[in-house]
Antibody, heavy 124, light 108 residues
Framework: EVRLEESGGGLVQPGGSLRLSCATF????????MDWVRQAPGKGLEWVGR??????????EYAASVKGRFTISRDDSKRSLFLQMNSLKTDDTAVYYC???????????????WGQGTLVTVSS | EVVLTQSPGILSLSPGERATLSCRAS??????LAWYQQRPGQAPRLLIY???ARATGIPDRFTGSGSGTDFTLTISRLEPEDFAVYSC??????????FGGGTKVEMK
């Protein structure tokens, strides 16, 4: 059974940094695009960004709201995904999910697999 | 960026009743639309993709329809486990992928 597990959330002051991790299990990680999606308290889901697989040259894309502040990376040898968040703002407070697709054709489009999320709180 | 508007925000129904949820896109996404269910404290679960195809293991009481800018998710007879938040997501014009604000189906 595919499982995704996020970690690294917590309380951080505005302007601070935090690094989230997502460990994957039973996922053919190296063949999968990996995304981050967040959900602010009481709000809808918001796509944060994506990193493609090796065939996609590990290219990344970001939402306008985080571009230049957040960086997505991956370590295929450890089947892990990362989100480096810098210059954090109070608006970045949310549960952060890592997510990925099922079949090849749904890469970058659909999310069949989700972690349980990790809460990031940006507050002074 | 494609904006998805879901209505109603809250739907109060009883078990066994029919639920009809709407998702409207600010521009055509063809049939590149998905629906997710999110129970309290849980991650979203993919229900419907390509506007009308059920994901693996999704019961046939869930039906998706629509194309272009107007989409509907219908739950034919609500079961107790169906009371949750439902979100639509488009992948016809990305990046960015965008989600609707969600419809909460609550028990009357």
């Amino acid at each position: 059974e595919v499982r995704l597990e996020e970690s690294g959330g917590g309380l951080v002051q505005p302007g601070g940094s935090l690094r989230l991790s997502c460990a994957t299990f039973e996922l053919s990680f190296s063949d999968h695009y990996m995304d981050w999606v967040r959900q602010a308290p009481g709000k809808g889901l918001e796509w944060v960004g994506r990193i493609r697989d090796r065939a996609g040259a590990y290219t990344t894309e970001y939402a306008a709201s985080v571009k230049g502040r957040f960086t997505i990376s991956r370590d295929d040898s450890k089947r892990s995904l990362f989100l480096q968040m810098n210059s954090l703002k109070t608006d970045d407070t949310a549960v952060y999910y890592c997510a990925s697709h099922g079949g090849l054709l749904s890469a970058g489009k659909l999310f069949d697999f989700w972690g349980q999320g990790t809460l990031v709180t940006v507050s002074s | 960026e494609v904006v998805l508007t879901q209505s109603p925000g809250i739907l109060s129904l009883s078990p066994g009743e029919r639920a009809t949820l709407s998702c409207r896109a600010s521009q055509s996404v063809s049939t590149n639309l998905a629906w997710y269910q999110q129970r309290p404290g849980q991650a979203p679960r993919l229900l419907i993709y390509a506007a009308s195809a059920r994901a693996t293991g999704i019961p046939d009481r869930f039906t998706g329809s629509g194309s272009g800018t107007d989409f509907t998710l219908t739950i034919s007879r609500l079961e107790p486990e169906d009371f949750a938040v439902y979100s639509c997501q488009q992948y016809g014009s990305s990046p960015p992928l965008t989600f609707g604000g969600g419809t909460k189906v609550e028990m009357k």
